[in-house]
């Protein structure tokens, strides 16, 4: 039997493309849909027959009828956000406990990491990264310091063990001369949370992947947050911290890189970014504020704005080269419907110095713009693509050429039914 593949769908530049969308409209063709990096810091919003999902630790191939979804090793997981998510998500009709599977390697993140992520970054002043305030950072150094607890560890002398993790957070917290906090309420959420996790499979993930891809069956692996913001790649220090590339996808979900198919990297037909750090394209003008507005660009996890800026082909091409992307999927073109020319940068400078390669560091470089003719119509109705303005084609087919790789999926709007498949 021909062995299964393991396909990524990665946000290729600062997150917030679109992924949950397209991993939904995806869904029906794979046999299990897993997430390999980050927790609740990742807001991926699905929106169908008029209902709005906003998932956070969960894979979003939770609304299709007999699909396995996995939390991979490579996820941190918070047990009251779960709980919290996987109720709305029970309420609403879907059963989830046959049909999610959570990864014994996966870490958990305790109350006192997300103080900690509080704590460290008031210590950090002015260069404040901006984190979600979901304890991401604290969680994923404690992986790497081999002091973490991991789902696992739920399953045996737990309580022992989170007694003795969560003093020592609390020495370090008070090290940081930060000490007033309560988590009196979140603690208990929290122990609730893990009752509630115990009912699901907390099984070893890779084992059952890799079984699933000897039998022929394929997996789609499910990006979170995007290349830019992956601890390697990405905008560092300002970045999340986990491996957000193609990479990732082998190491959080235990496949090895010859199961890897195709690599869909997925952006939006312009920038943006949130939390802080160098971001070459943003405008701090009003056509910056005109995107963030039709866009809504307003974080789906903290309700922040989004800066906003025109699509950057440098952040693009150098995604690109990291991961592999074998095609590209272009979201929210409706949102530049109304105007009249659209840029893109096509490279930074900085003190007469001109690059199309990704610098070491972003800051301070600026961006170097190609105009090119707006469509000025409506997309949001399109459903296919001989109905397009030619403006429109124009600007995928020089985005395709830039890029030296294929778009093959439009979005010309939220809901699962606005996506169109070209060529
Ligand atoms: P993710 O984190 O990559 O899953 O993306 P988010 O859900 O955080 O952000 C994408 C936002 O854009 C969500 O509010 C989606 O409902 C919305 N969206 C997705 N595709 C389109 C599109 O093609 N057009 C418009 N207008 N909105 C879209
Ligand atoms: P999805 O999966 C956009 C950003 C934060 C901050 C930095 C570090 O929805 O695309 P963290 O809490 O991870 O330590 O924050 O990363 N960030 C995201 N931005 N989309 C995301 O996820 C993000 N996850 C983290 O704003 O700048
Ligand atoms: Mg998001």
Redesign the pocket.
């Known amino acids: 039997m021909t062995r299964g593949k393991v396909d990524a769908l990665l946000?290729i530049v600062f997150?917030?493309?679109?992924?949950?969308?397209v991993?939904d409209v995806f869904t029906p063709k794979y046999d299990i849909v897993a997430r390999f990096a980050g927790g609740p810091n990742?807001?991926?919003?699905?929106?169908f027959e008029g209902k709005?999902f906003?998932l956070r630790s969960i894979p979003?191939g939770i609304f299709a009828e007999n699909k396995l979804n996995i939390i991979g090793n490579g996820c941190v997981i918070a047990p009251d956000l779960f709980m919290q998510e996987a109720r709305e998500l029970e309420t609403a009709g879907y059963d989830l406990k046959n049909r999610l599977h959570i990864s014994k390697r996966a870490h958990l993140i305790l109350p006192t990491h997300r103080v900690l992520d509080r704590a460290l970054e008031a210590a950090k002043g002015k260069n404040k990264v901006g984190t979600t305030g979901k304890g991401i950072g604290p969680t994923y150094s404690e992986k790497a310091s081999r002091t973490g607890l991991r789902v696992g560890d739920l399953l045996e002398n737990f309580e022992e063990k989170y007694r003795t993790l969560k003093a020592r957070h609390e020495e370090t917290l008070r090290q940081l001369h930060y000490t007033d906090y309560d988590i009196t309420e979140e603690e208990r959420l929290w122990l609730e949370g893990v009752a509630y996790m115990r009912q699901f499979s907390l099984v070893d993930t890779e084992i059952e992947i890799n079984r699933a891809l000897r039998e022929g069956k394929n997996v789609l692996a499910e990006g979170?947050q995007?290349t830019m913001l992956d601890i390697d790649h990405g905008t560092y220090p300002f970045v999340s911290s986990s491996n957000t590339v193609c990479g990732g996808v082998c190491t959080g979900l235990g496949v090895p890189p010859s199961a890897i198919g195709e690599v869909f990297g997925?952006f939006?037909a312009y920038s943006t970014r949130v939390g802080s750090g160098p971001f070459p394209v943003e405008l701090f003008d009003e056509t910056g504020d005109r995107i963030r507005e039709?866009?809504?660009e307003y974080?789906?996890?903290t309700g922040r704005n989004r800066r906003c800026g025109w699509v950057d082909l440098v952040a693009l091409k150098y995604a690109i080269m990291v991961n592999g992307v074998t095609q590209l999927i272009m979201?929210?073109?409706?949102?530049l419907d109304t105007f009249p020319t659209i840029r893109a940068c096509v490279a930074y400078q900085k003190d007469g110095e001109v690059t199309t390669d990704m610098p070491f560091d972003t800051e301070g470089w600026t961006a170097v713009y190609k105009d090119l003719p707006g469509w000025q119509t409506d997309l949001?109705h399109l459903t296919s693509e001989a109905d397009f303005p030619q403006a429109f084609k124009d600007y995928i087919a020089f985005l395709e050429r830039e890029l030296e790789t294929p778009i093959t999926i439009v979005?010309?709007?939220?809901d699962r039914a606005?996506?169109i498949s070209l060529k």
Do not use: L, N
């Not at 990742?42 to 929106?47: E, F, K, S, W």
């Open positions: 946000g997150g917030d493309e679109g992924k949950g969308k991993v990742a807001g991926h919003t699905i929106i709005k906003v979003s979170a995007g997925i939006k039709i866009g809504h974080g789906a996890v979201m929210k073109g409706d949102v949001t979005s010309v709007g939220p606005q996506t």
